[in-house]
């Protein structure tokens, strides 16, 4: 396999990675006093920095490669996931307040402050084998295909090279590492991306031969609600449950605003964030049907979905610019690792290590912070080869899938915890475990579906959006009724953790928290959400 670098594009791919050891090793020699500077960077960390990593965070070589492959593949349907940059307004605005009066960590620990120990530990324990699952393991074997393409190196060398590399600099530095390199990884990955964008764009011959070329349809959202695989009812509606669980919920994204010294600073932060959130569709979802495009026309080829992106780079860029890309691809697999690894390392030292022996000195819980970094970065390389069979669909819809399960519970649970005062612990951990047990079936059913007939099978082949849906107003409707049916809670112990148990003092402390500006700039960005939903209509 022959590297499709030239000496030039070395050059740049060097400068790139001394630059990230540089902001690596300057962090590192900050050194991390206690747990706070460690896993949430002493809580001292501006919004521009908190708004570049929520967006380095999410977008992971498995977006890069799969987002451009179901470009090519689909067209514009998933850009309904990229327009959840609404939904990260609701994180600053909705949950994050509620976060920060609770000083937490973690989100396991909100659960605990909320509802009770159990729901702490569910949520602990399930956060850390999802991740191991589906962030790690598909985030390492996209990164493993960009690598050894552009690379040509094999696939493993690439892919357990960039782990150990990622995993050092987050065991050393903890969440102050991550989120500095991210804010460099972040300016390098747009960079590249809209370069990539710009020439395939000029190549085709600009954006009304695109779309004459690939046709209407592969710019169309909204398909009909009996479309088996995006039917626009399961994307609006079941989409907006599973990100609300990712974007509001979900410790791997939440952890960057809690960095924030207030709940200001943490808001625009997540506004920010927001807006980077909308680029996606243009860097990477239209590349896709660019390349879609040029292999109509006979000017590339590719074998799977999921090459696209790095066969655009082949193909489009000049030496020297080749390089800067590749950089901002390994920036993308990089962030999205270092990011899942501090999360876990967080959520095992605080949720559960902590949990067990609460006397545990602070110098030696930064001590099991990297140890337990250290664990999942083994368990990121030993899941690879099972990652590698799922390599012949499209990554990025196989990651949606599997999240619309998982989502509905815990979405529901945090909701309902903070707009209805009246949801009690009991309430909480019957919601998760019983929507944890239909996800369950719905994945044995999927597995085994040529074996099933009548409602197991349609249960079996309900689109995975629409699956969401159900599943939410199931966990919404166990969640009440366990609730109406046993008895209230002592709302003076959850004061300021849900709607109805503020103090005059934290409404007051709230109402101060936002100026005009941040007002005006969230109704700008969900104006221009509403404008490209209205767009690509087909």
């Not at 309904?80 to 973690?106: C, D, K, N, Q, S």
């Not at 972040?186 to 046709?215: C, F, P, R």
């Not at 140890?371 to 949606?400: N, R």
């Not at 082949?461 to 009724?481: E, W, Y």
């Amino acid at each position: 396999m022959e590297s499709v670098l030239e000496s030039l594009d070395w050059l740049v791919l060097g400068v790139y990675f001394l630059a990230l050891i540089a902001v690596a090793v300057w962090v590192i020699l900050q050194r991390n006093k206690n747990t706070e500077d460690y896993f949430l960077a002493g809580r001292n960390v501006g919004w521009f920095v908190i708004g570049a990593s929520i967006f380095a965070s999410n977008i992971g070589s498995e977006h890069v490669v799969g987002l451009a492959g179901t470009g090519a593949e689909s067209g514009m349907p998933m850009a309904h996931y990229e327009l959840h940059a609404w939904i990260v307004l609701l994180l600053g605005w909705l949950f994050l307040p509620f976060y920060m009066r609770a000083g937490v960590f973690t989100m396991p620990e909100f659960l605990e402050k909320r509802f009770d120990a159990r729901s702490r530990w569910f949520l602990s324990i399930f956060s850390l084998a999802g991740y191991v699952v589906t962030k790690v393991s598909v985030t390492i074997y996209a990164g493993g295909i960009v690598v050894s393409e552009l690379l040509g190196i094999p696939f493993w060398y690439g892919a357990i090279g960039i782990v150990i590399f990622t995993g050092a600099y987050t065991i050393l530095g903890g969440m102050k590492a991550v989120i500095y390199t991210e804010t460099l990884q972040t300016v390098i990955l747009i960079l590249g991306s809209v370069i990539i964008t710009y020439l395939g764009m000029q190549e085709i011959g600009g954006w009304d031969n695109l779309k004459e070329i690939a046709g209407a349809d592969h710019f169309n959202m909204w398909r009909p609600m009996s479309d088996p695989d995006f039917p626009w009812t399961g994307l609006l509606f079941g989409g907006t449950i599973v990100g609300i669980w990712y974007w509001c919920t979900d410790q791997y994204i939440v952890q960057r605003t809690l960095a924030a010294n207030n709940i200001k600073i943490g808001r625009r932060g997540a506004i920010f964030g927001a807006y980077l959130k909308i680029l996606p569709i243009f860097i990477f979802l239209i590349p896709g049907i660019i390349a879609f495009a040029m292999a109509k026309q006979g000017m590339i080829s590719y074998d799977r979905n999921d090459e696209v992106f790095p066969v655009l780079v082949k193909t489009l860029l000049p030496t020297g610019l080749k390089g800067l890309v590749a950089g901002g691809l390994m920036a993308a697999l990089m962030s999205s690792l270092a990011s899942v690894f501090n999360s876990c390392s967080t959520i095992f030292t605080i949720d559960i290590y902590k949990k067990l022996k609460p006397e545990t000195a602070e110098n030696k819980l930064l001590i099991i912070g990297r140890v337990a970094t250290a664990i999942v970065v083994v368990c990121g390389i030993i899941w690879i080869p099972i990652m590698e069979k799922i390599g012949g669909g499209t990554l990025y819809k196989y990651l949606q899938s599997v999240q619309s399960y998982i989502a509905p519970p815990i979405t529901a649970v945090f909701i309902l915890g903070i707009v209805w005062k009246r949801v009690n612990s009991k309430a909480a951990i019957v919601t998760l475990f019983s929507g944890l047990f239909v996800a369950v079936l719905r994945i044995i059913a999927e597995i085994n579906i040529e074996h099933l007939d009548g409602m197991l099978k349609s249960f079996a082949t309900i689109n995975f959006a629409h699956m969401a849906i159900f599943m939410f107003i199931f966990s919404v409707f166990v969640c009440v009724t366990v609730s109406v049916f046993t008895a209230k809670i002592d709302y003076e112990s959850i004061k300021g953790l849900a709607f109805g148990t503020l103090t005059i003092e934290q409404k007051l402390e709230v109402k101060k928290s936002f100026s005009w500006i941040d007002i005006l700039l969230s109704i700008v960005l969900v104006v221009i959400v509403v404008m490209v939903l209205t767009y690509f209509t087909g």
